[in-house]
């Protein structure tokens, strides 16, 4: 298995990487408006569903009360399900399982993946199905860009030195981010940017309070 200096363009299983981001997230119960970290449409490379890039992101939308109660139930239904999450975790904790194992899990997460977006496909209106097709390709652009400034560097370390090799991905995660969030403010609209704003400082108060929580 080849190593990619790259974040983003990792080889790890889809398998794997799908897993990891869904059993975590969906086993917490979110308040029926309450979308922050929730998959839409947002992808990335390897990554056909994923939460959003940043805080507040998901505000940048718009929704309405309806369409948030909407996607709630749709995530309840098909991608929080009992089976789906015991079937991921029977796999993820399981060091002996066989490829064929990890094969059928992958599938019937896949499936039911693509399930979910169809449904959220339909609950969005075509101006936010737009406007989640153009950050997507705006938050490939920035990491691309990010990942092609650092290329020499990672090239240089990614077989002799770990530690480096993954302060400078951190690098390159941090510049993209940085870069994406720049291009937002200018592609958004007034009311988009200022939606995402609140709803990034709600995000990452609350974020801050359950780690003050979490050390005493």
Known sequence: ?????????????????????????????????????????????????????????????????????????????????????????????????????????????????????AWVENILNAEQRKLVERLNAIFDESLTAAQEAYRGQLEQVVKTDKAKMEELRQEVREKGLKDFKARLEGTLTKEQWAALTKAAEAEEAVAKNSVKVKKN
């Not at 981001?21 to 994923?50: E, I, V, Y």
């Not at 309405?64 to 991921?88: F, H, P, T, V, Y």
């Open 1 to 117: 298995m080849k190593t990619s200096p790259f974040p983003g363009r990792s080889t790890v299983l889809p398998f794997v990487l799908c897993i990891a981001f869904a059993l975590p997230a969906l086993a917490q119960k979110q308040k029926s408006t309450d979308l922050a970290g929730f998959p839409l449409l947002w992808s990335a490379k390897k990554m056909p569903l994923t939460g959003p890039f940043i805080p507040g992101l998901n505000a940048a939308l718009l929704l309405s009360d309806e369409q948030k109660e909407k996607l709630i139930a749709a995530r309840e239904e098909i991608l929080a399900n009992e089976k789906l999450q015991k079937l991921g975790a029977s796999v993820k904790q399981n060091p002996n399982a066989s490829e064929a194992e990890r094969d059928a899990a992958r599938r019937v997460y896949e499936e039911a993946r693509d399930q979910f977006k």
